[in-house]
Every structure is written in C-alpha cells, then in structure tokens.
C-alpha cells in the first residue's frame, strides 16, 4: 500500500475542497477528472513545456524512480553536491511529499522552480494581486501549489534559503525558430505512460529566446504563509491548515462537507451509469449529509442549476437548495432596455417553471420575428474549431496565439432548402493555418450577401485575434488588407479605441436564445449541446423532417460527410437521442465526458474534444490511418455543429407560422 502522504496534488485538492481528500484514490468513489490531468496538459502543451524548462535548465540530473523512498534517497545523495540541477526531487516532511519541477541548488541556496503552462504577460500589470492587494483568485492555485512546496522543502532541509518561481509560457515572447512544438513529442511508453520525447535536432538556436519565463513568486508565498484559515470553524494558521489536511488524509477520515455553488464542478459526482453499478456517489453523500436529502430531493431542481446566478453561496447559506424555495427579491427581476428578456427575467422564468410545473418552452414571437425581419437570404451558419497551444509551431509567434484550424458551414436558402455548403480542416502539423482558413472562409461567405450566424462570441473573438496577428505580422501575406478588411465586415469589436461593428457581422444565435426562448429541458443550460435534444423533442417539424434518412440522400440535404442519414431515434422512453450521441466518440465516451468536466469555460467544454484531437494531432506520434480517422470524426463533429444552429433556426421559423 502507498503511504498516506499529502502531495502537493492531494493539497491542492484539499484547498479547493477538503472533502474530496477523503473520496481521491478510492475506487468506489468514481473520480470523473482522473483523465484530466493528461487530457489538459495535452491540450494546453502542459507536458511540453516541462520538458522545455528542463532543456532551459541543462545538465540536470532526473529523479525518475516513482518509488517513495527510493526517489527520496536518490536526492538525499545528490543533495551532497555543493551545486546541483535536478528534475523531480523527492523531499518529505512528516507526512508531507512533493516532488520539485526543477530544483537549483547552490552551496546554501535553493531555487525551487514550478513549471506551469499557464501563459504570463511580462509586459503586462502584476496579475497576482487585486486591487485591494489580495492573492487574485484565477492565481490562487498556482501559488497555493508552490506555497506548500517551500513549507516542505524548508521543513526537510533546515539551514537553507529557499527561493520560490513560476515557470510560465511567455506571451510576449516570439518563438526563435520554426517546427519548435515538433520537437517535444508526446509518445506513450511500452507501459502506457505518457510522455516527453525530446527530437535530437533540437538546437542552441531553438532555445536561444526564451518563450518560457521565470517569475519570482516569494512576495505571494509569504502572504500565503502569513494567511489565517479555516479548519473545522476555528481559525489557524498556514501550518495549522497543513496539519488539519494532512491529518485527515493520513488517517483516512472525512472532513466534514462545507456545500456550496463549487459542488457543481465537484468530479466525485456519479453517472447514472456508474450509480447503476453500485459506486458511490461521493457529492450525494456530501449533500446527504449536510441537507438530510433523500433520493425524491436529488430529482428536483437544485440552485446549482439556476443559470448565470452569481449568489448560489448566500443561498445555500441560507438554506435555499432548490429552486422551488426562491421567491422574486432573491433573483431581483430587471426588465431590459433592450428587446428581450434580461438575465434576472430568464433565471426567474427559469425558477417559475419548475414551482408551477410548467414544462412548456417560452417562445417570444414579437421579439423573434422582428429578428427574422431583418436577415437576408441565405442564411449562413458558420462554426470554428480552435486551439492555442504553448509552444508555437513557427518562429516568430507567440505562445498560446489563438488557431483555427477547422470551420463548417450550413446554408439555407429562401425556399428553405438546406445545403452544408463548405468546411475547411488544416490540422498538418507545424501548419499556422489562421491566414488560410480566414482566405477560405471569406472565400465561402463571398458569394452573395446573406446573414451569417455563429453560437456564442467564439468565431468573433478568434477572428479578431486573426486580425491582430495579420497587422503584426512582419512578414504578412500578401493579400493582408482584403484579410482584414473581410474580418472586419463580419465581426464587432468592442475594444477601445479600435473599435467597429462590420456592416455585415455575425448575429449570435446563441444571444437570440437568450433573449426569445427557453426550454426547461435544458435545465438553465444555453450550451448547444442542451438546447439541441431539447428542440428536438419539442418541434414536431424537426422530428419529421430528420427522422427520414434524407440527410446527405440523393435528393435530399446536401452533405459533405454524410449518406442517407437520419438524426431523430428515439430512446425506450421515446425521448428523441441527442444527435451527437449517434455518432462515434472523437474519443471513447469516459474521455469526451471528461472533457466536459475539465472546464468551467463553458466555450472550451463545448469545442474540448476537437481541440485534444488537434493538439493529440500536433503533438503526438500517430499512424497516418489514425489521423485520417481523428480528421474525419472532426469533420462530422464540426458539420454536426452548424447542422444544430440549422434545426434551430428551422424550429423556431416553423413555431412562428
Ligand atoms: S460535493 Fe461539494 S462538498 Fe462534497 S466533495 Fe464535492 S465539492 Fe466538496
């Protein structure tokens, strides 16, 4: 059996929560982010720039053993030197372990180095602290993390100064050479294990200009060290909070559940599946416990549901945990100055439905068809896939630069006639396929003059991100201003002073959903992924129209990747089966549902599986048949995506005739 240590990971986890520290590591207590850890670092280069800090770092010597006391004895040795570089030192304190990104040692000096892929504006204001001169909260973790590290390693090696840094992507730093994210290969060992496989053409010149930077953190560790916290109600200190946590952990007993609006996100909660097979649903029990709720509570609407509320905690506090138990003052209703309904008017439309029972869905024709004036013909829907990765794929650009590698793009026309008229898929890798797909998109929407659509501000912010690189770029293509000047005509830009609203932007379908309908189906959701199934089961028209093999049928819808294709089967309780459920997983179904859970960014939960199967494209040794199948999964994925702004068009169209 492992010993019972607090790691720095198991620290982490207890900060956020200290409840989950008894549920982590068990196997009755499913743990839905145990994938994560890869599937992030995957998708935001975490492996990569580990290793690239090490190649910054050169002439270390790497602690590899997993073995406890095996690694801490190998650094005990090592430690002897008067000046020594090592990867993944082993220090324990009592009950405490952790193992050290990067450690310089010097004679009586130690530099501890944590390595984040997190991204760092060097030329920007300090991000750590608020205003107030508080830990910022999006810094919290990162600090917390190398705070527990300088405790132990102060703790277990006495006599030593101990200086703290982050290691972070820089962004304003260009990348010196071309091909540099090729060079750090994910590859998986003969025993599965992921990682870093470094090229041997790596050279002095690809780590000439540093994009990884060093930042010292001591300030915001000594705050952290100096904080009072909570433990069971009292009040302690940095060290009193370690022993609480550590203590817990060692003698495997659970602290007691402070529930509150992060129970949302909590990975102990189980799918109906897995509760089906008899695991134990570690957020049911933490709810149980606090709330004495029984299995009938858990089917009705929790706070937790309640779209966009900022003040679920004060509910919670005040033993609001439904929301039949909400009343108007809670919400505190505003109508809008603009047409529509306002965030506080949805969220108490939201709660009324489920106190009165109403399962109907609220469609504002008025307010709609108004909108539906003012389109021209054809209707455009457009969808992108992006990514930002750490480590550029070109010199010259910068780490974490927005990419688009792959757009799809639906029609309708006047007679209501449907066609998936184009897509685009760059995923070759060390390719900045940005200038490209912008030159294809315009390409596509050239054609005539129709409104174009997009869910959600993703496509403007991407394209305008676009727009920035094209102006900066010191070697730009040569069809620059048309480039800019088409990113222009089709997206706003809000930010001071370079602000514009294109004579032909993009209407954000999903702002109309927000404004003109809601389905208590989707249970507050306003993700596609909800609002889909949910129009699905309500429209008549869709059922009719999609239970039909037509889609990409000879005489039926255009498709460009698929054949007589029907999107409506009907489940045993004759409910409509989401559409992407009917179609292969990118990856198997427990990573994509991981991927769900790996954000609170509703934007990246929605487009996570296309990004991992970008990055997993860019990054990692594959079989030209894999990449051919990864590249059509995310080619029906993407053509999925603008088919659902379709249908929902076509529903909404139908339910104002
Ligand atoms: S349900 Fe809430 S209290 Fe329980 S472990 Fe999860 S986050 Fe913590």
Not at 107 to 115: A, F, K, R
Not at 573 to 599: C, H, N, R, T
């Amino acid at each position: 059996m492992s010993p019972r240590y607090l790691t720095k990971t198991r620290y982490k986890l207890g900060i956020d929560c200290p409840t989950k520290l008894y549920y982590t590591g068990k196997k009755e207590y499913p743990d839905q982010r145990q994938e994560d850890t890869f599937l992030a670092a995957l998708a935001e280069g975490g492996f990569q720039v580990g290793e690239l800090a090490r190649q910054y770092y050169k002439g270390g010597i790497n602690i590899d053993s997993l073995d406890y006391t095996e690694a801490e004895d190998m650094t005990r040795d090592l430690m002897k030197r008067d000046q020594v570089v090592l990867y993944e030192p082993a220090f324990r304190y009592e009950n405490l372990f952790i193992r050290v990104d990067i450690l310089v040692k010097d004679v009586n000096t130690l530099h501890l180095i944590e390595v984040k892929s997190k991204s760092f504006d060097r030329l920007g204001d300090n991000p750590f602290l608020t205003r107030a001169g508080k830990i910022a909260s999006g810094w919290e973790s990162y600090l917390q993390d190398v705070a527990f590290q300088k405790y132990v390693l102060e703790k277990s090696c006495p006599g030593y100064t101990v200086n703290s840094y982050l290691m972070m992507a820089d962004k304003s730093a260009l990348c010196p050479t071309d091909g540099l994210n090729q060079k750090f290969r994910i590859v998986k060992d003969i025993t599965n294990r992921k990682g870093i496989r470094v090229s041997t053409t790596l050279t002095d010149e690809d780590l000439k200009n540093q994009i990884l930077i060093q930042v010292t953190v001591d300030d915001y560790v000594r705050m952290i060290h100096g904080e009072t916290y909570k433990a069971d109600g009292s009040d302690v200190s940095f060290a009193g909070l370690i022993d609480f946590l550590s203590s817990h952990y060692r003698n495997d007993t659970k602290i007691t559940p402070q529930i509150c609006s992060g129970c949302t996100s909590c990975e102990f909660k189980c799918t109906p599946e897995q509760e089906a097979e008899d695991f134990k649903n570690g957020f049911k029990e933490c709810w149980r416990e606090v709330l004495q709720w029984n299995d009938n509570d858990f089917k009705e609407p929790s706070i937790l549901e309640l779209w966009n509320y900022r003040k679920k905690d004060s509910c919670i506090a005040s033993g609001k945990t439904k929301l039949q138990d909400l009343t108007p003052q809670d919400i505190n209703i505003k109508t809008n100055t603009v047409p529509g309904l306002s965030s506080s008017q949805r969220q108490w439309l939201q709660v009324e439905k489920v106190k009165t029972k109403d399962t109907s869905v609220y469609f504002d024709k008025t307010g709609m068809k108004a909108e539906m004036d003012s389109w021209a013909f054809p209707l455009h829907h457009i969808d992108f896939e992006t990514a930002r990765v750490a480590i550029p794929f070109n010199k010259g650009r910068r780490p974490y630069e927005g990419i688009i590698f792959q757009f799809s793009h639906h029609l309708v026309h006047e007679d209501g006639s449907v066609e998936h008229a184009g897509q685009y898929l760059n995923a070759v890798p060390g390719i900045f396929p940005n200038y490209e797909t912008v030159r294809e998109l315009k390409k596509q929407l050239a054609r005539d003059n129709g409104t174009i659509f997009r869910y959600t501000n993703h496509e403007n912010s991407y394209l305008i991100e676009v727009y920035r690189q094209l102006l900066a770029d010191t070697n730009p293509p040569k069809d620059r201003d048309d480039l800019c000047e088409f990113i222009k005509s089709i997206t706003k830009s809000d930010k001071k002073p370079d602000e514009w609203r294109g004579q032909r932007c993009m209407v954000d379908l999903w702002d109309l959903v927000k404004k003109y309908y809601y389905d208590p189906a989707t249970h507050g959701s306003n993700s596609i992924k909800a609002v889909l199934p949910a129009i699905l089961n309500s429209s008549s028209y869709l059922q009719g129209k999609y239970s039909k093999p037509i889609y990409g049928a000879a005489n039926g819808i255009k498709s460009l990747n698929y054949t007589d294709w029907s999107w409506v089967e009907y489940d045993q309780k004759g409910k409509v089966k989401d559409p992407y459920s009917l179609l292969p997983p990118v990856f198997s179904k427990e990573i994509d549902a991981s991927i769900e859970l790996f954000s609170e960014d509703e934007e990246l939960r929605e487009g996570g599986a296309a990004m991992v199967a970008y990055s997993r494209m860019q990054f990692s040794e594959m079989s030209d048949y894999e990449r051919e199948k990864l590249e059509k999964a995310l080619l029906r994925y993407c053509e999925l995506d603008t088919l659902a702004m379709v249908m929902i068009y076509e529903a909404w169209r139908e339910m104002l005739v």
